[in-house]
């Protein structure tokens, strides 16, 4: 099983600032997907990454896809409390569309 | 993406009682999962639902506690057996199509 490591686990921090999540691998992933969970609902795909190097934006989110398609991160810009949630990468395992989650971060945004 | 319709949202359990969960999708998909999930973490895969056939259960799960039945490519549920208060979690169905998973809207289970 191809593992997904992602940091921080836990940021709490205030509307306005900028911050970055990580999701590292030591595996190659053909493609990994970025996902936010509120409370009480499922987890919904805010952007899938194919290319190594790709950089993708989603109003003030920013994803970028490792050159070597090993890692990925996740840049939001002037934070509102709105972004606050539960943020996961996840891509398929191995030969399989079984998508492998990282740990999660979680992201509280104060007003 | 394709639209899942997960119920019960929530349920409070007696412990050694039963509880299934239901997963409408609103087209065909290949494959379906499901997963489990402590609040604020990280999702853990319970099994496969593979269709006309027995699920394909991830190890620690076992299909006599956690047994899953998908009849066709848009259904499938989860049942809960014998639960006790370790049993307390979120339970999400889930579809993949090219390799992007949509997801129910969860089931909150407490068991008291």
């Known amino acids: 099983t191809q593992l997904l490591e992602q940091s921080p686990q836990f940021l709490s921090i205030q509307e306005g600032e900028n911050l970055t999540v990580y999701c590292n691998s030591s595996s190659v992933f053909s493609s990994l997907q970025w996902y936010r969970q509120e409370p009480g609902e499922g987890p919904v795909l805010l952007v899938t990454?194919?290319?190594?190097?790709e950089v993708k934006k989603l109003k003030r989110l920013t994803f970028q896809f490792g050159d070597a398609r090993k890692d990925s991160s996740l840049h939001i810009t002037a934070a509102q409390p709105g972004d606050t949630g539960l943020y996961l990468c996840a891509g398929p395992s191995g030969g399989s569309y079984i998508p492998t989650f990282g740990r999660g971060t979680s992201l509280i945004v104060h007003p | 993406s394709a639209v899942i319709s997960q119920k019960p949202s929530r349920d409070i359990c007696q412990r050694g009682t039963s509880l299934t969960i239901q997963c409408q999708v609103d087209?065909?998909?290949?494959?379906m999962f499901w997963y489990r999930q402590q609040p604020g973490q990280s999702l853990t895969l319970i099994a496969t639902?593979?269709?006309?056939?027995?699920?394909?259960?991830e190890s620690g799960f076992v299909i006599d506690k956690f047994p899953i039945s998908r009849p066709n490519l848009t259904f499938s549920t989860l049942t809960v057996s014998n639960m006790s208060p370790e049993d307390s979690s979120i339970y999400l169905c889930s579809g993949v199509d090219s390799s992007e998973a949509f997801f129910g809207q969860g089931t909150r289970l407490t068991v008291v």
């Open positions: 087209s065909q998909v290949t494959m």
């Open positions: 639902a593979n269709q006309g056939s027995e699920a394909t259960y």
């Open positions: 990454v194919v290319t190594g190097g």
